[in-house]
């Protein structure tokens, strides 16, 4: 049945089609709107608290999953529904994190062992970047581009507003240019993962620092890492130009390959 065209198409829509309802019906409860889960919303709440019980909930990382898949339909078959499913459950996410505490992040990335850096890495670094990379460069950018009718104009702006949303006066310049580093690699690339993976990588390189710091195997400011130390700006420089570069070169063997086939 799956190697019938239609017949999987057909499968997927299906899938989609009922992961919407179930989104629109879990979503007239009260702040509950772009949830979509098979699991009560109150597991988040445990995790977020640090409780665990011998249910051991990993409603995060179900949630990523779920992201993920949502993603790839749209990648791969271009369905527009499965991308805005995609885009409420971002919502929702980004949504709870913006109402944690700073006490509670922190107490959050104070974990010294493999499974708290585990779920660190689930819930700070995989959903943030997927959440933030659809909401910024899979949605707001190109409708930017479209309306100014300049690229580097729509890229900017988006950047500018990325950065703005964190409300950290003093980052504001390094996030500017990270989010136009991920604008652009979403420009060139035209595919929603290459961002999503540049962002996770910079989000995970803080996570990993903070689980290093408390097990006492480095002893590294992480809020100013990259900034004030030599080293790690200029390998970061140089490994972003090497990946700006080779996205950009593949970019243009792929439009001068489909320029010989036409």
Same mark, same amino acid.
């Given at each position: ?113 493999? @499974?708290? /850096?585990?779920?660190? %890495? !689930?819930?700070?670094?995989?959903? &943030?970047? $997927? #959440? ?5 460069? @899979?949605? /707001?950018?190109?409708? %930017? !581009?479209?309306?100014?009718?300049? &690229?580097? $104009? #729509? ?108």
């Amino acid at each position: 049945v799956l190697q019938d065209k239609k017949q999987r198409a057909k499968i997927i829509q299906n899938i989609v089609d009922a992961l919407e309802t179930c989104q629109k019906k879990l979503g007239e409860k009260d702040d509950n709107f772009g949830f979509l889960g098979a699991f009560p919303k109150e597991h988040f709440d445990l995790s977020e608290q640090l409780k665990f019980d011998d249910n051991h909930y990993v409603p995060y990382y179900k949630y990523q999953k779920m992201l993920s898949g949502l993603c790839c339909v749209y990648q791969l078959t271009g369905n527009e529904k499965a991308l805005n499913i995609a885009m409420s459950m971002a919502d929702y996410i980004i949504n709870r994190f913006e109402k944690l505490s700073d006490e509670l992040i922190e107490k959050m990335l104070n974990v010294n062992n493999i @499974s708290g /850096l585990i779920i660190n %890495l !689930i819930m700070i670094a995989a959903l &943030a970047a $997927i #959440g933030e990379e659809l909401l910024f460069r @899979s949605i /707001l950018q190109p409708s %930017l !581009i479209r309306v100014c009718k300049n &690229a580097h $104009i #729509g890229i900017f702006i988006t950047s500018a507003i990325f950065s703005f949303i964190h409300f950290e006066f003093y980052g504001f310049i390094p996030r500017l240019v990270l989010g136009m580093l991920l604008g652009y690699m979403f420009f060139y690339s035209r595919s929603i993962w290459v961002p999503m993976i540049m962002h996770f990588v910079n989000n995970g390189t803080a996570v990993v620092l903070y689980y290093l710091n408390n097990k006492g195997i480095t002893n590294i400011d992480v809020e100013t890492f990259g900034q004030t130390e030599l080293l790690p700006l200029i390998l970061s420089i140089i490994i972003m130009i090497a990946l700006f570069w080779f996205v950009i070169r593949s970019h243009n063997k792929e439009f001068k390959t489909e320029n010989t086939e036409i």
